[in-house]
């Protein structure tokens, strides 16, 4: 008995971890480990107001402890429902009135990106297009010019459509690129996505797209060659796209 009172009184002091190992050293020890002040004990020291009621929130404060003192680990994605060759992306870029841009880009063809960047792309950008890191991207062909200072009246809106629903959702809409990074020869704009009310708790996502452009040439003019999209705030992976995508309010 004299020995019970000693783990009595040992027990509290220790961390959970090193409690739930006396529970594997002999019955005596795991029937004293198991009772429910040892991990009120525990609870305490990381949630005090949990232990402020007589009772715990849970079965037992072992139950409580057992499964939140660890942080919740990243869950796997589920596979997601549609794939990129499901996807049709309509991309328009405007100067004003003028029409800069029009094409459809298949889903397939923004993801597999460029086979190599041409010549003439700066060491910044050829390094972040030639990088592992998720990103959708793909060339312009024939290229287009934009003066330098002119930017900010140029927009851009993308609509994607799918073809196994026949619907429509909107990317971005008439957003201007107001934005030059010109340490990586990006202009860039993003506009914020409209997501099925099915999702209410999702909002403030961005969609952003950015147009890639040669080292000056010529000062006044910023010479695209390809185009970027991409979802960074939220997704950084081809999973975590077509997810984000499928959460679109699609009409």
Request: aromatic share 14%.
């Amino acid at each position: 008995m004299e020995s019970e009172e000693v783990l009595k009184a040992v027990f509290p002091l220790l961390e959970g971890v090193d409690l739930a190992s006396c529970m594997s050293v002999c019955k005596q020890w795991s029937d004293l480990a198991k009772d429910d002040f040892f991990w009120k004990c525990q609870c305490a020291k990381r949630w005090p107001s949990i232990c402020k009621r007589p009772n715990p929130p849970t079965e037992t404060y072992y139950k409580l402890y057992k499964t939140f003192h660890k942080r919740q680990q990243r869950k796997t994605l589920l596979p997601p429902r549609i794939s990129f060759d499901d996807l049709d992306f309509f991309i328009d870029i405007w100067a004003e009135n003028n029409l800069l841009f029009s094409e459809v880009v298949s889903g397939s063809v923004l993801q597999s990106g460029f086979k190599s960047p041409p010549s003439g792309v700066c060491d910044l950008l050829k390094f972040h297009l030639e990088g592992s890191e998720y990103k959708m991207t793909f060339p312009v062909e024939p290229r287009f010019t934009i003066p330098s200072g002119q930017n900010q009246n140029v927009s851009v809106s993308v609509m994607v459509g799918r073809k196994d629903t026949n619907k429509v959702a909107c990317v971005i809409n008439k957003s201007m690129f107001d934005y030059i990074d010109r340490s990586s020869y990006r202009a860039l704009a993003f506009d914020y996505l409209e997501i099925s009310p099915g999702y209410p708790f999702l909002s403030g996502i961005r969609a952003w797209i950015s147009l890639l452009f040669m080292e000056d040439v010529k000062e006044d003019l910023m010479d695209v060659f390809g185009i970027q999209m991409d979802f960074c705030d939220v997704a950084n992976s081809k999973e975590e796209v077509l997810w984000l995508l499928d959460m679109l309010d699609w009409k």
